[in-house]
């Protein structure tokens, strides 16, 4: 029997994509260009890819790192000067969990004093590396062989990436909450798992914050549902009153405040609202830090608060 490679294309393709993993696998490679990243720059020899298991072999050190935000698969290309082949850039496309996962790792690399890239949802660009994320997509350029690569070099490599990932170029939604004046600019983290340390706050957000001139963080812990945000809640509650703080709570009709002295953290404020857990750290002016709440809460980025 003779079949058609219409027909053996088509079943390649729902073998992809019944295979999540390799589909995965083919949309990271996919993402680099297969010739040259810009102008001048060419491939040398193939991508390669690194799952889990192998990710140690690519980034020594900081393979770790990545797991908690749900990694799936790194594609990794070399593209060096035609007029100079010991410079190259060398290209990164991580896939990893969700869009809210790439941000994740896209705020440990990234500097505060770091330029605007403009690629991407969100991205960063300094004389030797570029970072940016898309979808749930982290991408790395990173010049080897000198010190210092022409922006505009960079920039090429970074669109011509971009523009074979999923058209998306929004932050993720979660990032709304801290859309106020008092949050840094750039200082907002998503952390995975253990915000703050505590095994309690599963995963968060977090962000630095001025309150008339002082430093403080503010952080969200966002729950499935409000019995999962209140067992977190109180969760926290008993650890303060265990350590021997003095902590006060609040009923704000339907929402729940407590102020308390951490052990590592200060006074804090932490409020239930919803499904979500809002707080405040390393507080000076406990005022300025209940307003301070009072403005993140109306961001929530829940259809249920």
């Avoid at 980034?59 to 990794?76: I, K, Q, W």
Wanted: glycine share 8%; with cysteine; proline share 4%.
């Amino acid at each position: 029997m003779i079949i058609s490679r219409t027909v053996v294309s088509a079943l390649l393709l729902v073998l992809i994509a019944s295979a999540p993993g390799l589909a995965e696998r083919s949309s990271a490679e996919k993402a680099l260009p297969v010739e040259a990243c810009a102008d001048g720059w060419v491939l040398d020899g193939k991508a390669a890819l690194f799952d889990k298991d192998g990710l140690f072999d690519r980034v020594n050190g900081e393979s770790e790192l990545y797991f908690p935000y749900g990694f799936e698969v790194l594609a990794y290309a070399r593209y060096e000067n035609k007029k100079d082949p010991k410079i190259a850039i060398d290209a990164d496309v991580y896939t990893m969990g969700s869009l809210l996962d790439a941000f994740g790792m896209f705020a440990n690399y990234r500097r505060k004093d770091a330029a605007d890239a403009g690629v991407g949802a969100e991205g960063t660009i300094t004389p030797s590396q570029l970072l940016f994320y898309q979808d749930r997509y982290l991408v790395r350029l990173q010049v080897t062989g000198a010190s210092t690569l022409s922006p505009d070099v960079f920039l090429a490599c970074a669109r011509a990436i971009s523009q074979n990932l999923p058209k998306g170029v929004n932050r993720p939604k979660e990032l709304d909450t801290f859309s106020i004046p008092a949050v840094v600019n750039k200082s907002e983290r998503y952390v995975a798992q253990s915000l703050l340390g505590y095994e309690f706050f599963h995963a968060g957000l977090i962000a630095d914050a001025l309150l008339h001139g002082a430093p403080v963080q503010v952080f969200l812990v966002p729950e499935r549902s409000r019995d999962a945000a209140r067992k977190v809640f109180d969760q926290y509650h008993a650890y303060l009153k265990q350590s021997g703080s003095d902590v006060r709570v609040i009923d704000l009709q339907g929402r729940i405040r407590l102020e308390a002295i951490d052990p590592l953290y200060g006074t804090v404020l932490v409020e239930l609202a919803g499904r979500h857990l809002i707080g405040v750290i390393r507080v000076k002016d406990a005022g300025a830090a209940r307003i301070l709440i009072e403005q993140l809460r109306p961001r929530l980025f829940s259809e249920e608060n």
